[in-house]
């Protein structure tokens, strides 16, 4: 089903006249309110009154990740405390996290473009919805949640972590849809196998995102589980899951390009590149009122189509994702930096900030092993104090990254040294 058909299926002309007419007033909006681009566009001698239509928005400049960190914790909102009704947080690069902010518009076009993916998905008033993505600061939980009251349907705000609850609650209350990461998916498939219960489901959809996935991985829920599996793509920053979703051909992820105007550009060169050639993916926000974006550097790669899909929707799509430009890893749907694990180790006395993760799965499940060197002064011919100190950093880790991981200590200089760039991760999934 078409949530929104008139603009779902806007002609071009009419999306980029829609889309012009929203940047002359945001790139007003954002001059007049919010400091950092007042400066930001004076820096580069753009005025408002250049930017005359969406074609113009080259010449504006980008905002990355660390503009938010730099502005922490409400530097680039564009409107006062009393406006904002919701406050979400994503990681950010190192200690602190990236705050984003919500007026009760926001809210509202937020929960009209969740209510188009899950529509994608073929949700609707009759379905019993279990959202599994985590409640709280992540914008998956609540963000789905208020899009899937938009749809009319009945919410099941399970949040993350109880998977017999889940499966359970799933056959009790015959839950027709599951909205979770995709290999929280695959690990629920699992339980439902294991207890014998994958008879008595009564799933028909699942809206899976959040972390990167593949076709292959969606094949495998969708005959485990004999449902129709979609991806759901969003950013905190942007405004959280909702951002785009794939129908029914999962020839792409539709974009609500009324609200985000998307453009994939040379992470190098910093130019656009042609419709289906793979880049990073840009946004502008176009109508959001408490914190606005322009060309907000996702860094995530993909490419672009503006064909019309078989469905009918002429929305712009992107493809799966290829990658990200940054070394930003999602680990059981968090976020995380290896500059977070460095800035929390400096804080350790008794280590190096020689460190390597390694990321892995098991039975659907990510893992992450952190291996440290220990600083020579506290090692002799073996760690000292080891299960003290292992249990410290463990702890240090947990509250940097809000993700537990395996601590292994070793000695001083066993780990690999790298001529270039040094090399922190190890990486075992096969995410792309
Ligand atoms: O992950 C929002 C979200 C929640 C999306 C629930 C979908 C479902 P952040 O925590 O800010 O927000 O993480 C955003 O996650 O830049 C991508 O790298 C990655 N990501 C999100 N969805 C997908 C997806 C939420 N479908 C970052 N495929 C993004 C691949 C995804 N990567």
Redesign the pocket.
């Known amino acids: 089903m078409i949530w929104n058909k008139e603009i779902e299926t806007m002609s071009r002309e009419d999306m980029t006249n829609l889309q012009s007419e929203r940047l002359v007033k945001l790139v007003k909006y954002v001059y007049d309110n919010v400091e950092f681009y007042r400066k930001k566009m004076d820096a580069v001698g753009v005025k408002p009154e250049d930017i005359k239509d969406i074609k113009d928005i080259v010449k504006l400049p980008f905002t990355t990740k660390n503009d938010l960190r730099d502005n922490y914790p409400f530097g680039l909102f564009a409107v006062p405390h009393s406006d904002i009704v919701r406050i979400h947080a994503?990681?950010g690069t190192t200690g602190k996290a990236?705050v984003v902010g919500y007026t009760k518009a926001d809210i509202d076009i937020w929960s009209e473009c969740v209510a188009r993916c899950f529509s994608m998905a073929n949700v609707d008033k009759d379905d019993i919805v279990q959202i599994a993505?985590g409640y709280g600061l992540?914008?998956?939980g609540l963000?789905?949640h208020y899009g899937v009251e938009k749809v009319g349907a009945m919410v099941v705000p399970m949040s993350t972590g109880n998977s017999k609850k889940l499966t359970t609650m799933m056959v009790d209350f015959g839950a027709t849809a599951i909205?979770c990461?995709p290999s929280y998916l695959l690990h629920i498939s699992e339980v439902l196998r294991d207890e014998d219960l994958l008879d008595k489901i009564k799933l028909k959809s699942a809206?899976?995102?959040?972390?990167?996935?593949t076709e292959k991985m969606r094949h495998e829920i969708e005959t485990r589980l004999n449902i129709k599996a979609h991806?759901?793509?969003?950013?905190?920053?942007v405004m959280?899951?909702?951002?785009?979703c794939d129908c029914e051909y999962h020839e792409g992820?539709h974009i609500c390009e009324d609200h985000f105007y998307p453009e994939i550009i040379d992470s190098a060169t910093l130019e656009p590149v042609a419709d289906g050639e793979t880049g990073e993916l840009v946004f502008t926000t176009l109508t959001k009122q408490g914190l606005p974006l322009i060309r907000y550097r996702?860094?995530?790669l993909t490419s672009i189509s503006h064909d019309t899909c078989k469905c009918g929707r002429t929305s712009a799509r992107i493809s799966?994702?290829k990658g990200?430009s940054d070394d930003?890893l999602?680990i059981r749907?968090?976020?995380v930096f290896p500059s977070q694990v460095e800035a929390a180790l400096i804080e350790v006395e008794e280590v190096t900030p020689h460190y390597m993760m390694i990321v892995d799965r098991v039975n659907n499940l990510d893992t992450l092993e952190i291996q440290v060197e220990i600083d020579s002064k506290y090692y002799t011919d073996e760690i000292k104090g080891i299960e003290k100190l292992t249990k410290k950093i463990t702890h240090v880790i947990q509250q940097a990254l809000g993700l537990s991981a395996k601590i292994k200590l070793v000695g001083p200089n066993t780990l690999q040294r790298s001529e270039g760039k040094a090399v922190h991760v190890i990486d075992n999934r096969k995410l792309y």
């Open positions: 994503s990681s990236t993505y992540f914008t998956g963000g789905a909205a990461t809206i899976c995102g959040a972390e990167p996935w991806d759901i793509y969003g950013l905190s920053e959280g899951p909702g951002v785009a992820l996702t860094k995530d799966r994702f990200r930003m999602i749907g968090v976020n």
